[in-house]
């Protein structure tokens, strides 16, 4: 099946008891044992089935079936956000002393959770100079534990050559993650170019009515942890906090997130409610559609905004002149997600007062909403970075991130175009023309 199909049948099958054709709410906190010996053999994982709802649940179940299948991957576990999903991906594999190798195009809290939380708990991020697969293998050594990245960046809009980072780290045997969000699997499977964990906020583009926050992170079962046992004990040796398992025993080529949900979802619990993943699924059933919109109308704004003397500038990879315009021809089919920036002329006042202006275009940070948003990253979502970390990451102090929704076309044009006006009188003034 294709995603578009997973993405509203996959991971569930009418109930047979109530007939019923949408996936059921399971309210529950936990599930009744048979016996003393049913419960035993759950809990030592010799049969399948529900034990208490931080460690699963059937709703969720098919909502991470469903996105697993979509990924092209073996098996997911789905957390309450995209920040959730992102700390267990990272700490999963890397113990004190190890280091994680990233690319400095991210999402401003992911930076935060890399460069500051991460290292006070043990565990070293270094950022390459680029997203460039030879600053990345740089980087790399004996205690590297994963090579991370975000395929379609936020909000820089790079796109990374998934192929060629996959092929650095795992000459290295160490593993890719990939954080999916901005591109959804609608527009791009990383695990068929490499990527070994793929991790999304399902808060957006996948949820993508802005009324759920939710996080996966979805295992390829691909990498072989037993060739990598000296970097990766944790799966391969007894673990005492699981009365001695061996997650590569148990749970064969998904031993990643088999633990993953073991140890972390069970003893930290970022739970994702029932309630939550059925909303995120009505969510992801129009996902192909809706991307098809977002993707169409970004490209109409791009050229609005490039077209027009009022703005300085505008970053957008579907134009050829962009340095990522082969790659998404490569891996996005030419189809950009609506994600960009631009920065209007007269500078941060100037956008400021745009920004202001704005009537149909919600002033907010989140992104990959059915609603046009937009937000200015350095006093928001990047606040916490330094003046050169914002640089690295695509951001400058006038730059204006739109994600572009999928309201009518000239609808969203004519509210940029008026705010552009309100700014018109700031732009004029002698100080912003110097
Ligand atoms: C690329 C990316 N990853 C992760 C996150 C974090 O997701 P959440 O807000 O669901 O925690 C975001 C949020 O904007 C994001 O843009």
């Given at each position: 099946m294709r995603s578009e199909t997973i993405a509203i049948h996959g991971g569930y099958e009418t109930d047979p008891g109530t007939k019923a054709v949408t996936t059921p709410i399971y309210q529950t906190v936990a599930y009744e044992f048979d016996s003393a010996d049913h419960g035993a053999s759950l809990f030592n994982l010799e049969v399948e089935g529900f034990r208490y709802s931080r460690i699963s649940n059937p709703t969720t179940e098919v909502l991470e079936r469903r996105v697993a299948a979509m990924e092209g991957g073996l098996a997911a576990l789905a957390v309450s956000t995209g920040q959730a999903a992102l700390h267990y991906a990272v700490v999963n594999l890397a113990d004190h002393g190890g280091n994680i190798v990233s690319v400095p195009q991210l999402y401003g809290t992911t930076h935060t959770l890399l460069a500051h939380v991460l290292p006070r708990q043990g565990i070293t991020v270094r950022f390459a100079e680029s997203d460039d697969a030879d600053a990345i293998a740089r980087l790399i050594d004996e205690y590297t534990r994963a090579v991370f990245c975000e395929s379609v960046g936020n909000p820089a809009g790079n796109i990374c050559d998934i192929e060629k980072i996959a092929a650095v780290a795992h000459r290295a045997g160490v593993p890719l993650i990939v954080d999916n969000t901005v591109a959804t699997p609608i527009l791009l499977r990383p695990i068929e170019h490499g990527a070994d964990i793929v991790v999304h906020s399902l808060t957006k583009f996948m949820g993508g009515h802005g009324t759920t926050m939710g996080g996966i992170i979805v295992d390829s079962g691909k990498f072989p942890w037993r060739e990598h046992a000296r970097r990766f004990p944790m799966f391969t040796e007894p673990d005492p906090s699981y009365h001695?398992?061996?997650?590569?025993?148990?749970?064969?080529?998904?031993?990643?997130i088999g633990r993953c949900r073991s140890v972390y979802q069970r003893t930290t619990g970022?739970?994702?409610p029932p309630m939550s993943a059925f909303q995120l699924m009505q969510g992801i059933e129009t996902v192909a559609l809706r991307v098809e919109r977002h993707v169409e109308n970004a490209r109409r704004v791009a050229e609005f905004l490039r077209d027009d003397p009022r703005t300085e500038w505008v970053s957008y990879a579907g134009f050829p002149e962009s340095q990522y315009h082969d790659l998404a021809c490569r891996?996005?089919?030419?189809?950009?997600?609506?994600?960009?920036?631009?920065?209007?002329?007269?500078?941060?006042?100037?956008?400021?007062?745009?920004?202001?202006?704005?009537?149909?275009?919600?002033?907010?940070?989140?992104?990959?909403?059915?609603k046009s948003l937009a937000c200015h990253p350095a006093s928001t979502t990047h606040r916490q970075m330094t003046a050169e970390e914002q640089r690295m990451a695509g951001i400058s102090p006038d730059t204006i991130r739109l994600s572009i929704g999928i309201e009518h076309i000239d609808d969203i044009i004519e509210d940029l175009d008026q705010a552009l006006d309100a700014a018109r009188p700031l732009r004029e003034t002698p100080q912003a023309a110097e």
């Open positions: 001695d398992l061996v997650y590569v025993e148990a749970f064969g080529d998904a031993a990643y970022s739970v994702l891996y996005l089919g030419g189809r950009v997600p609506s994600l960009l920036t631009f920065g209007i002329k007269g500078g941060f006042e100037a956008g400021k007062s745009f920004y202001d202006a704005l009537k149909l275009v919600k002033r907010l940070v989140n992104i990959g909403d059915a």
